[in-house]
T-cell receptor, first 109, second 116 residues
C-alpha cells in the first residue's frame, strides 16, 4: 500500500472551504485514493475515493493530480461538525488499509 | 448502505480476565474483516485480518495467542483479548467491505476497553 503524508493539523473558518492535501508519491497504478475521517471516539467514516479522475459527492470533492502523486480533499463549506481527523489512504480494493497519522482539522466559528 | 455493528461499545474488565468483542456486518456478507487498535491521540493500527473459515493473519508484532480472532460466519468476527492487562486498554475497531464494492471499508463504531 502507498505511504501517505499529510500535514498534522489545519484550521478552517466555518463556512469556508477546507482544502486538505495528501502526498502519495509511491502510489501504484491500480491503487485507489481513499479519504476517511474520524470524529473523536468513533469509527472512521468514509468520505470519498478515486483512482484517476476527480470525484465529487454530497460530502466532498477529491482532486487528484495528473501524475497521481498527490490529492486534495475539499470540503466546500466547512461546518463545526466537520472538525475531525482526516485520513488519506492509498490501497488496492480488497486489500487492508494502513492508516497514516492524518490531519486534524479544526473548524473555527 | 453497508453497516458494521460492533459490540460492546465500552467494557471494563479486571486484569487477568478475557474480553470478547463482536463485529457484525448487518446487511452484507464479509469474507474478510479487519481489526484495528487505537491508542489515545494516535492513528489506527492494523492488528489482523480475519478470514471467514480460516485462520486470521496477524500483523507483525501482534501476539496471536493474546488476541484471538474467530470468523465463524460471513457476518460475524470476534476478537478476544485474553488475560487482559492495563496496557491492553485501548480503542478497538473492526471494518469490513461489501463484496464487489470499490467503496473501501465500512468501520464499526469501536469498543473502548479499559483493564483495571
Amino acid at each position: 500500500d502507498a505511504k501517505t503524508t499529510q500535514p498534522p493539523s489545519m484550521d478552517c473558518a466555518e463556512g469556508r472551504a477546507a482544502n486538505l492535501p495528501c502526498n502519495h508519491s509511491t502510489i501504484s497504478g491500480n491503487e485507489y485514493v481513499y479519504w476517511y475521517r474520524q470524529i473523536h471516539s468513533q469509527g472512521p467514516q468514509y468520505i470519498i475515493h478515486g483512482l484517476k479522475n476527480n470525484e465529487t459527492n454530497e460530502m466532498a470533492s477529491l482532486i487528484i493530480t495528473e501524475d497521481r502523486k498527490s490529492s486534495t480533499l475539499i470540503l466546500p463549506h466547512a461546518t463545526l461538525r466537520d472538525t475531525a481527523v482526516y485520513y488519506c489512504i492509498g490501497a488496492n480494493t480488497g486489500n487492508q488499509f494502513y492508516f497514516g497519522t492524518g490531519t486534524s482539522l479544526t473548524v473555527i466559528p | 448502505g453497508a453497516v458494521v455493528s460492533q459490540h460492546p461499545s465500552r467494557v471494563i474488565c479486571k486484569s487477568g480476565t478475557s474480553v470478547k468483542i463482536e463485529c457484525r456486518s448487518l446487511d452484507f456478507q464479509a469474507t474478510t474483516m479487519f481489526w484495528y487498535r487505537q491508542f489515545p491521540k494516535q492513528s489506527l493500527m492494523l492488528m489482523a485480518t480475519s478470514n471467514e473459515g480460516s485462520k486470521a493473519t496477524y500483523e507483525q508484532g501482534v501476539e496471536k495467542d493474546k488476541f484471538l480472532i474467530n470468523h465463524a460466519s460471513l457476518t460475524l468476527s470476534t476478537l478476544t483479548v485474553t488475560s487482559a492487562h492495563p496496557e491492553d486498554s485501548s480503542f478497538y475497531i473492526c471494518s469490513a467491505r461489501a463484496g464487489g464494492s470499490t467503496y473501501g471499508y465500512t468501520f464499526g463504531s469501536g469498543t473502548r476497553l479499559t483493564v483495571v
